[in-house]
């Protein structure tokens, strides 16, 4: 029988534990899934991490069979009620929900566990985890293919972590990330030394064009609100770890670049060789070009808006 707990919060939420069938020893990791509308997607994210022995759908009210399909596959499934304010999604489960297991891996509903990072997890949560963290690395799947050049290869983040040492940053000075009630732009804040894993991870975030245009012009609106809050002095969030910190400084640089657009499609398609990746090489690196003029003119509009405000 179903068993809701309501953790304390300010966004009305409930965790519904359905038992699992009965199957092999699992690895002591818990996934922590967030999901809205994920029924497309969820069935081979779930299998792929069905070695661990806690998984946790975060749903946001989904509309779809989100919620029926991980519970079928002995998922449990957290009801997240956002309220607009912090926190947002993620950063309230780690905080609330009763975990079973000290490590967690984040695992969004497009992206799959591959059987070599699998074997990875379950020797490290065996007892051979060190630290506070580990970042993993991800690969793009674009337009029927890995991406393994672009700027977009290798790609770290950390997702397997002690769930009490890690927060997703509030980027209080950015404003609204336009990602609604989840931490997509957000990076992890780690109390403790993080290692790297060899496994990699699966990433479908984007299954064709239209997909990533949409996308894109929702995170360009974002980014020109950060140079706008950039250009009137904002501070980036603290705690951030040293190489991001220094990639976010070298961005806030590029800002001021002309050209910009012309440069972005350069340094993605030569400096980091695009061109390697064939067909699917060129238009991602066109396509960034035209998100970087998207944000260029979106800021700029922005700059005008602010200007003329009586």
């Avoid at 674009?142 to 997703?168: A, E, I, K, Q, T």
Wanted: with cysteine; charged share 25%; net charge positive.
């Amino acid at each position: 029988m179903a068993q809701a707990i309501t953790p304390s919060s300010t966004s009305e939420a409930k965790l519904l534990s359905i038992p699992p069938e009965p199957m092999a020893v699992r690895a002591p990791i818990s996934v922590l899934i967030p999901a809205k509308n994920e029924a497309a997607n969820l069935p081979a994210c779930l299998a792929s991490c069905s070695f661990c022995d806690e998984v946790v759908v975060v749903d946001s009210g989904s509309t779809d069979a989100t919620a029926a399909i991980a519970a079928q596959a002995g998922a449990q499934v957290a009801d997240f009620r956002w309220d607009g304010r912090f926190p947002k999604k993620k950063n309230w489960a780690l905080a609330s929900l009763p975990w079973r297991n000290e490590w967690v891996f984040i695992l969004d509903a497009d992206e799959r566990i591959t059987p070599e990072l699998a074997a990875e997890l379950t020797a490290l949560a065996g007892g051979g985890a060190a630290g506070g963290g580990y970042y993993v690395n991800r690969r793009f799947w674009f337009v029927d293919g890995w991406l393994n050049h672009c700027g977009y290869y290798p790609s770290w983040n950390l997702r397997f972590f002690r769930h009490r040492l890690g927060r997703y940053e509030r980027a209080a000075s950015e404003g609204d990330t336009d990602s609604g009630d989840n931490e997509i732009h957000e990076h992890v804040n780690l109390e403790g030394p993080a290692g790297y894993l060899r496994g990699e991870l699966e990433h479908f975030a984007f299954p064709d064009i239209a997909t990533w245009v949409e996308k894109h012009n929702r995170y360009s609106s974002w980014e020109a609100r950060v140079q706008l809050a950039s250009s009137r002095g904002a501070e980036a969030p603290a705690g951030l770890e040293a190489g991001l910190a220094r990639k976010r400084r070298l961005r806030r640089l590029a800002w001021a670049l002309p050209f910009r657009p012309s440069l972005r499609f350069l340094y993605h398609y030569v400096w980091r060789a695009g061109f390697l990746d064939g067909y699917r090489g060129y238009v991602f690196c066109r396509l960034m070009a035209y998100y970087e003029f998207l944000s260029a003119a979106k800021a700029a509009e922005l700059r005008r808006a602010r200007r003329f405000q009586p």
